[in-house]
């Protein structure tokens, strides 16, 4: 069965720090890899998704970056953390074909910015 | 272009039934369903496509009217365990999905 894993669980940082959140999939081979942030209260937004090694698609304008080096590895990084990207950061995957496949979410990393 | 849903929250009784509304302003390929408990990751429930499917999950259940470009999500005698945050996403033209608004759903005993 397929699973994915993320972590930190959660993270405090100081603005202006730098990011790595990991995220990696197994028991699929060529999943479409997402990564959504979820304000407190609010919806999904949809910032990277990718549907191989090296194709990444940015949806949102920001500070953050993503990476896929490996088939089943997701990373989001940023340089420089501002305030405004606190919230719970969330990687999904799907088989290719996103109409008709579920995506399935790893548990999130709630992210703080002090 | 993020779907509507309505409405934005529900304060259900167990026992007692819900209805949940996804609109969109663009044609739709599909619509997934999710459901996401306070502090937890969104859970799949189900996805519909285009031609005006009924699916069921449990006694949760969902319809497609494509020509209306919405989805409904119905929820039948409703559960303590139904509680929490549902989320419509919608697809078009099998490109990504795109998450709904999102409707809190609280049962009570």
Redesign the interface.
Same mark, same amino acid.
């Not at chain 1, 074909?97 to 999130?108: R, S």
């Given at each position: 069965s397929q699973t994915i894993h993320q972590w930190p669980a959660t993270l405090v940082q100081p603005v202006g720090s730098p990011l790595s959140l990991e995220c990696t999939v197994e028991g699929t081979s060529n999943p479409n890899l997402y990564w959504?942030r979820q304000a407190a209260g609010?919806? @999904?937004q949809?910032l990277f998704?990718s549907v191989g090694i090296g194709q990444i698609?940015s949806?949102v304008p920001q500070n953050l970056s993503a990476s896929r080096p490996q088939d089943r590895q997701f990373i989001l990084s940023s340089k420089k953390l501002l305030l405004s990207d606190s919230g719970f950061y @969330?990687c999904a995957w799907s088989r290719q074909?996103?109409?008709?496949?579920?995506?399935?979410?790893?548990?999130?990393t709630r992210l703080s910015i002090l | 272009q993020q779907p509507v849903q309505s409405p934005q929250a529900v304060i259900l009784r167990e026992g007692e039934d819900a209805v949940i509304n996804c609109s969109s302003s663009k044609a739709l390929y599909s619509v997934h369903w999710y459901r996401q408990k306070h502090g937890e990751a969104p859970v799949f429930l189900m996805i519909l496509l285009k031609g005006g499917e009924q699916k069921g999950h449990e006694k949760i259940s969902a319809s497609f009217n494509e020509k209306k470009q919405q989805s409904s999500l119905y929820l039948t005698a409703s559960q303590l365990s139904y509680s929490g945050t549902y989320f419509c996403g919608t697809v078009h033209n099998t490109d990504k999905l795109i998450f709904g608004t999102g409707t809190r759903l609280q049962v009570f005993p």
């Open positions: 959504y609010r919806g @999904l949809l998704y698609s949806e @969330l074909m996103v109409a008709d496949q579920p995506q399935h979410f790893g548990d999130g | -």
